[in-house]
């Protein structure tokens, strides 16, 4: 099992960025997905959270009406677009696949499959 994360990149703040997160070796159109970001010296922590067919999402409050999690799964991908970017978003990104009948919305200890991470890097 695969998850490649892409999409990261340095961008001033108020910009956007779109990530993408493919995954491969086997279908998690049943699970939920989401993504988790860390900062340097600080622990990995949740940012949003999509449902198996996407009917639902959870966001952390940092992120509220700035990101936007969704998943096409005929494509076994999740997506965060993130707008009006802040230097305090600067992080790894890591895509996420939950464990089957984890919570809502998913901690870290729920998760099954991680990504490798992509950095994103807003200036001020």
């Known amino acids: 099992v695969q998850l490649q994360a892409s999409g990261g990149g340095l961008v001033q703040a108020g910009g956007s960025l779109r990530l993408s997160c493919v995954a491969s070796?086997?279908?998690?159109?049943?699970?939920?997905m989401g993504w988790f970001r860390q900062a340097p010296g600080k622990e990995r922590e949740f940012v949003a959270a999509i449902t198996s067919r996407g009917g639902s999402t959870a966001y952390a409050d940092s992120v509220k009406g700035r990101f936007t999690i969704s998943r096409d799964n005929a494509k076994n991908t999740v997506y965060l677009q993130m707008n009006n970017l802040k230097p305090e978003d600067t992080a790894v990104y890591y895509c996420?696949?939950?464990?089957?009948?984890?919570?809502?919305?998913?901690?870290?200890?729920?998760?099954?499959?991680w990504g490798k991470g992509t950095q994103v890097t807003v200036s001020s």
């Open positions: 996420a696949v939950a464990r089957y009948g984890a919570r809502w919305p998913p901690t870290r200890d729920g998760i099954a499959y």
């Open positions: 070796g086997r279908t998690f159109s049943n699970y939920i």
